[in-house]
């Protein structure tokens, strides 16, 4: 059992405090957001305190505030030696972390979805995976990544995941324009996507390739919908997104 405390309790601290609650952790929270605080507290009975007071009553820290306000919360605060790390912050880089969080020296940095409660979320680690591993492995596997400009490219390809929400949307959209029935429309258009990826297997590469293939076979309409992206640039769209994002993770 650790005491682990959070500075910033909002959209992705409460899912991370309740996972870590339900392990049997101590957890501290601040304040802000005063609703989510207030609701971790009922549910989980944690502390809620100062962003002062959550850091002197922990061992491991979750650093959940949003990356414009970083600085100016993290350094009013006075960090230990002894405390351990967590950024899951987009575009605070690992140097910044230093600075802002001497004389602490042990980080990790990840990138966590809310589904993360309930398990299954890969957790690109850059720095201490080891920790990241003792906390929320098994349940959701820790992807180490050797260097920040890889853990950048993670994040881009996390933000695939509301890019390909929309994209479905559209597609579920475009089924009740047909049927008239917009409730099973995104129900089908969810289930099989969700479906289908849940029984695929995964860790190797070429997999998406293979299974993409298996369907996409001459004269289907797989391989009509497949075409149509490449010729609509669908994948360099999404290509350049990636690496845009990649691009504004390095300047940030
Ligand atoms: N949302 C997600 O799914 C993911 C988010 N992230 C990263 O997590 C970080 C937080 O994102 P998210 O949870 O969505 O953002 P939220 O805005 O929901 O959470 C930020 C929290 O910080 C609080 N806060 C603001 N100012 C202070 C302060 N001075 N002292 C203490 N707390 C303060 C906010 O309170 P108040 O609302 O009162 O301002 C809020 O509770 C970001 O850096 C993002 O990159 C990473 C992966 C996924
Ligand atoms: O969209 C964002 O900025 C954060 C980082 C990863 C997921 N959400």
């Known amino acids: 059992m650790s005491r682990i405390g959070f500075i910033g309790t909002g959209h992705i601290a409460a899912p991370i405090a309740r996972f870590l609650a339900a392990k049997g952790h101590e957890i501290a929270v601040t304040e802000r957001n005063a609703s989510v605080s207030a609701e971790?507290?009922?549910?989980?009975?944690?502390?809620?305190?100062?962003?002062?007071?959550?850091?002197?009553?922990?061992?491991?820290?979750?650093?959940c505030l949003r990356p414009?306000?970083?600085?100016?919360?993290?350094?009013?605060?006075?960090?230990r030696s002894d405390q351990q790390i967590v950024s899951v912050m987009a575009a605070v880089s690992a140097d910044q972390l230093a600075a802002l969080c001497a004389p602490?020296?042990?980080?990790?940095?990840?990138?966590?979805?809310?589904?993360?409660?309930?398990?299954?979320?890969?957790?690109?680690?850059?720095?201490?995976?080891?920790?990241?591993?003792e906390l929320f492995e098994p349940e959701n596997?820790?992807?180490?990544?050797s260097n920040e400009a890889a853990l950048n490219a993670h994040f881009a390809v996390c933000a695939?995941?509301?890019g390909l929400l929309d994209v479905l949307a559209t597609g579920a959209e475009w089924l009740a324009e047909q049927t008239g029935d917009a409730d099973a429309s995104e129900f089908y258009t969810t289930q099989l996507l969700s479906g289908f990826l849940h029984t695929m297997q995964t860790g190797q590469a070429g997999r998406l390739a293979e299974e993409r293939d298996a369907l996409a076979t001459d004269g289907t309409l797989s391989l009509?919908?497949?075409?149509?992206?490449?010729?609509?640039?669908?994948?360099?769209?999404?290509?350049?997104?990636?690496?845009?994002?990649?691009?504004?993770?390095?300047?940030?």
């Open 40 to 63: 971790l507290k009922a549910e989980l009975d944690v502390v809620v305190a100062n962003p002062q007071a959550v850091l002197d009553a922990s061992d491991i820290v979750f650093l």
């Open 68 to 79: 414009q306000i970083a600085p100016e919360v993290l350094e009013q605060l006075n960090f």
């Open 104 to 133: 602490a020296s042990d980080f990790v940095q990840t990138i966590p979805l809310g589904f993360l409660q309930q398990g299954g979320c890969p957790l690109a680690a850059f720095g201490n995976d080891a920790l990241l591993a």
């Open 141 to 145: 596997p820790v992807v180490k990544v």
């Open 160 to 162: 695939m995941v509301p």
């Open 224 to 252: 009509q919908m497949t075409q149509a992206l490449h010729a609509g640039n669908a994948h360099d769209a999404l290509r350049s997104a990636l690496q845009a994002i990649g691009n504004r993770l390095e300047t940030d």
